[in-house]
């Protein structure tokens, strides 16, 4: 992982906590920045750039998605849950 993909997640994190936090969500910005780091290099690279500079609904479907239905032990997606910016 680049210097890069590190700051692009650190972006992620902070909008998708920002816009969490409208909601009352418990999430730390943390728990977000480890779920996508452990997605993007070990499940499925991400497009960051991409999920960065998406729309607040398709950024949170995407953390949301990923906190919901990542495997954290086996490290896979479950339920056939696939983020919409995957690197292709």
Do not use: W
């Not at 290099?41 to 991409?50: A, E």
């Not at 997606?77 to 919409?84: A, S």
């Amino acid at each position: 992982m680049t210097p890069e993909d590190l700051n692009l997640i650190d972006d992620i994190a902070a909008r998708a906590l920002t816009i969490l936090a409208r909601v009352g969500s418990q999430t730390t910005k943390l728990d977000i920045i480890m779920d996508l780091t452990a997605v993007h290099t070990k499940v499925v690279p991400l497009d960051l750039q991409r999920l960065r500079d998406a729309t607040d609904f398709n950024l949170i479907h995407d953390v949301c998605g990923i906190r919901a239905h990542l495997d954290r032990e086996n490290l896979a997606m479950k339920d056939y849950f696939e983020p919409r910016f995957v690197r292709r």
